[in-house]
T-cell receptor
Framework: GENVEQHPSTLSVQEGDSAVIKCTYSDSASNYFPWYKQELGKGPQLIIDIRSNVGEKKDQRIAVTLNKTAKHFSLHITETQPEDSAVYFCAASKGRGSYIPTFGRGTSLIVHP | DSGVTQTPKHLITATGQRVTLRCSPRSGDLSVYWYQQSLDQGLQFLIQYYNGEERAKGNILERFSAQQFPDLHSELNLSSLELGDSALYFC?????????????FGQGTRLTVV
């Protein structure tokens, strides 16, 4: 089955710095790559996603890049703010109409004011 | 608010017992997914139901079972509980679409087995 590796497990940055989280996946058939943010005491919430026919997607301070050849994708957060502190999960899934993502182990992002 | 409701929020029970976790999906979503989140295992997919029928199974133990009812709410039953079953259990829902899309997660049920 699919295997998603996520690094780093913990990331500590100063407010205003950029943060990058990287993931690799094993199944070349995977075609949908969402990123979730989980705040303390809450469930994961989608923040951005990318499909395999796109190499990059941006939404304000957040961007995701996808390299299908290398089977890796990354989350970039610019101008980090303390409220960005949370656990971030990458995921990969394949198929149509059947959303069963395989999640990475998560990255705990800490933004120091 | 994701629109997915899970009850109860917290549950403390003893080893060997049985519990039922409940999930109400977003209005109109036909698919329900259950995930287990523990510190050392991340988010592990357990099982998926679509419109009342089991659609996919992940790493779900035989002591665990689930079902989705005609009104689309779902229940996850955990029996013969062990200490290692202590975890956060999340339900997620999504509409049926031709292409994969976002899953909406509830706030989870924190199960503590003592």
């Amino acid at each position: 089955g699919e295997n998603v590796e996520q690094h780093p497990s913990t990331l500590s940055v100063q407010e205003g710095d950029s943060a990058v989280i990287k993931c690799t996946y094993s199944d070349s058939a995977s075609n949908y790559f969402p990123w979730y943010k989980q705040e303390l005491g809450k469930g994961p919430q989608l923040i951005i996603d990318i499909r395999s026919n796109v190499g990059e997607k941006k939404d304000q301070r957040i961007a995701v890049t996808l390299n299908k050849t290398a089977k890796h994708f990354s989350l970039h957060i610019t101008e980090t703010q303390p409220e960005d502190s949370a656990v971030y999960f990458c995921a990969a899934s394949k198929g149509r109409g059947s959303y069963i993502p395989t999640f990475g182990r998560g990255t705990s992002l800490i933004v120091h004011p | 608010d994701s629109g997915v409701t899970q009850t109860p929020k917290h549950l403390i029970t003893a080893t060997g017992q049985r519990v039922t976790l409940r999930c109400s999906p977003r209005s109109g979503d036909l698919s329900v997914y259950w995930y287990q989140q523990s510190l050392d295992q991340g988010l592990q997919f357990l099982i998926q139901y679509y419109n009342g029928e089991e659609r996919a199974k992940g790493n779900i133990l035989e002591r665990f079972s689930a079902q989705q009812f005609p009104d689309l709410h779902s229940e996850l039953n955990l029996s013969s509980l062990e200490l290692g079953d202590s975890a956060l259990y999340f339900c997620a829902s999504s509409p049926f679409q031709r292409e994969n899309s976002e899953a909406f997660f509830g706030q989870g049920t924190r199960l503590t087995v003592v």
